[in-house]
T-cell receptor
Framework: AQRVTQPEKLLSVFKGAPVELKCNYS??????LFWYVQYSRQRLQLLLR??SRESIKGFTADLNKGETSFHLKKPFAQEEDSAMYYC?????????????FGKGTKLSVKP | NAGVTQTPKFRVLKTGQSMTLLCAQD?????MYWYRQDPGMGLRLIHY???????AKGEVPDGYNVSRLKKQNFLLGLESAAPSQTSVYFC????????????FGEGSWLTVV
């Protein structure tokens, strides 16, 4: 079964502290992994995708196929990083093309 | 550069009433999706469409119907609203499947009383 697990509902850190938002997935084939961010009452925005291997707003994520993980990391959190973060999966070769989402982690960065 | 636009943004319905949410995209995308977002549940796929004139059921389709008469529009209908359908609804679109970014609308807040 295809599944995305984000074990933390809420993650609270102080400004300047490192952040790691965990994401584990279950998928039998070859997946695409994404991180989407949702600021308060706004639309979801694509933050990262594993195939691009880029850093956006200081965030990075590495796909670890052995551990089936795609954790999101940032070395120094900023207050403006406070938002809801969703890890999502899409299977290569699927006809639907839809994303399967985790339940999300709310990141709160305190001053 | 509108992208994905949803109307209405907010609506309060009485149980048993019907309504339609409209999603419009101006990116000539083939694929369109309707998700609902509930606290602690993430986003769940209601229905989707892989092209004009086609629709299919997603993970939570019961109580909803959809239509894709025009490529740019994807309508989500509630025939007889129930309190369990109180949610935030997001429309999304994509050019294709693997390798293509999925873009989201701003969301529609629906309350059924």
């Amino acid at each position: 079964a295809q599944r995305v697990t984000q074990p933390e509902k809420l993650l609270s850190v102080f400004k300047g502290a490192p952040v790691e938002l965990k994401c584990n997935y279950s998928y039998s084939g070859s997946p695409e992994l994404f991180w989407y961010v949702q600021y308060s009452r706004q639309r979801l925005q694509l933050l990262l995708r594993h195939i691009s291997r880029e850093s956006i707003k200081g965030f990075t994520a590495d796909l670890n196929k052995g551990e089936t993980s795609f954790h999101l990391k940032k070395p120094f959190a900023q207050e403006e990083d406070s938002a809801m973060y969703y890890c999502a999966l899409r299977g290569y070769g699927g006809s639907q093309g839809n994303l399967i989402f985790g339940k999300g982690t709310k990141l709160s960065v305190k001053p | 550069n509108a992208g994905v636009t949803q109307t209405p943004k907010f609506r309060v319905l009485k149980t048993g009433q019907s309504m339609t949410l409209l999603c419009a995209q101006d990116m000539n995308h083939e694929y369109m999706y309707w998700y609902r977002q509930d606290p602690g549940m993430g986003l769940r796929l209601i229905h989707y469409s892989v092209g004009e004139g086609t629709t299919a059921k997603g993970e939570v389709p019961d109580g909803y119907n959809v239509s894709r008469l025009k490529k740019q529009n994807f309508l989500l209908g509630l025939e007889s609203a129930a309190p369990s359908q109180t949610s935030v609804y997001f429309c999304a679109s994509s050019r294709g499947t693997a390798g293509n970014t999925i873009y989201f609308g701003e969301g529609s807040w629906l309350t059924v009383v």
